[in-house]
């Protein structure tokens, strides 16, 4: 089976920063796209960036220049490095991973995990 572990949410200050991480187990599933998206109350969801396999990334402009997403391959851990941090990206984060699981494509969710941003 195949488990996303999400972990590095909490309260911050506005300023503050955060790292969040996602870690996929599971014999023989091999992630392709790993990505974070989170889902404020009373807005619908969104990409906040993803990385290729080969560590290309795309991020929402509104995070640009603040958030930094990388992976450890060998880990299979994504992470989301957020800095200057604003109340507006308080949200629910959730971990997405698109891959390949005994020859079959699979996306997965994570739980998602709570980021508060407050003074």
């Known amino acids: 089976q195949v488990q996303l572990v999400e972990s590095g949410g909490g309260l911050v200050q506005p300023g503050g920063s955060l790292r969040l991480s996602c870690a996929v187990s599971g014999s023989f599933f091999r992630p392709n796209i790993m990505g974070w998206y989170r889902q404020a109350p009373g807005k619908q969801r969104e990409l906040v960036a993803d990385?290729?396999?080969?560590?290309?990334?795309n991020s929402a402009d509104s995070v640009k220049g603040r958030f930094t997403i990388s992976r450890d391959n060998a880990k299979n851990t994504v992470y989301l490095q957020m800095n200057s941090l604003t109340p507006e990206d308080t949200a629910v984060y959730s971990c997405?991973?698109?891959?390949?699981?005994?020859?079959?494509?699979?996306?997965?969710w994570g739980r998602g995990t709570q980021v508060t941003v407050s003074s």
């Open positions: 997405n991973v698109q891959g390949y699981y005994l020859g079959r494509e699979y996306i997965y």
């Open positions: 990385i290729s396999g080969g560590g290309y990334t």
